[in-house]
């Protein structure tokens, strides 16, 4: 089983390092049970599944972890099939890759597999995502938006996630693509939601739903508009939203940090990874692939 008894997340930027230190990677396996994990791989939300389910399957092995299986729904009637849900039922450690977070609502979520997912969650087995892997993390999931540092009305889309982090709404990629606008946006209009921005090669561990800790080469920016003052509620379509007296934090690796309260509890200083990965989804599987077969 996990390391501890408690319940784990690990919600994953993106083009996280595969091939290096592989520092989020190893924890992740760490956190399922080292050489006694069990893993899951759900590369359902990529274009190239195989290619993602060889990547990852290499690299876990690589760290010590003997049983690597791949569950892979290709339509929401498959996500009742028994066999994967036994897979899941059975797992120490559930990983969803990055690609396409739409399809990944679309056929898993509020499915019997779904189910699965949450009940493994609960029962102690560490939930981790990358990418389109960490937006379906919330219960509301940023679906599709614009980028941009420049908040605007009606610019995003929120859609049923997992429902693993509620109360938080997560995007990725976040410095890279400049995600700043939507996410800001989106806590403009639904003031009771944290917003998470995480970088890429950086990840959000987060322990009983609670406790966040911050790992790898980026920084978790986390955005609480709760005391705000907005005009979302009557800004025209497009155009730029008023966001004032929201309280920015912006954490890099060794920061740890309470959500109920929105407050940083601790922080000691580290050194993180130099090289980051920025390739998208298709091309970053493929460049990892080949430098795993070198």
Known sequence: MSEASHRSLLVIGGAEDKVGRVTI?????????????RIVVIPTASSVPDEVVDVYS????????????????????????????????????IFLSG????KLSQLIVGTPLGESILKA???????????????????FMIS?????????????????????????????HFDQRARYGRLLSLVATSPSLLGMGIDEDTAA?????TELTVVGSGAVFVVDARNAVT??????????????????????????????TATLT??????????????????????AAAALRR
């Open 121 to 139: 969650y609960e029962r102690g087995a560490v939930v981790a995502g990358t990418s389109a892997g960490a937006s379906i993390m919330s219960q």
């Open 231 to 260: 005009d979302a509620h009557e800004a025209r379509r497009d155009a730029p939203l008023l966001v004032t007296g929201a309280v920015v934090h912006t954490l890099p690796f060794g920061a740890t940090f309470d959500l109920p």
């Open 266 to 287: 601790d922080f000691s200083e580290k050194y993180a990874d130099l090289a980051v990965s920025t390739s998208r989804d298709r091309h970053d599987a493929a460049t």
């Open 58 to 93: 290499t690299v876990f092995s690589r760290l010590g972890a003997q049983q690597i299986d791949a569950v892979d729904p290709r339509t929401r009637v498959a996500s009742s099939d028994q066999d994967l849900r036994d897979l899941v039922d059975n797992s120490t450690g």
């Open 25 to 37: 990677l190893r924890r992740f396996v760490r956190l399922a049970g080292g050489r006694k994990a």
């Open 99 to 102: 690609g396409n977070q739409l």
């Open 144 to 172: 599709m938006g614009d980028e941009g540092v420049t908040p605007r009305q009606r610019s995003s889309q929120l859609t049923a996630g997992l429902g693993l982090l509620p109360g938080v709404i997560v995007d990725q």
């Open 205 to 209: 561990e987060i322990t009983d739903g």
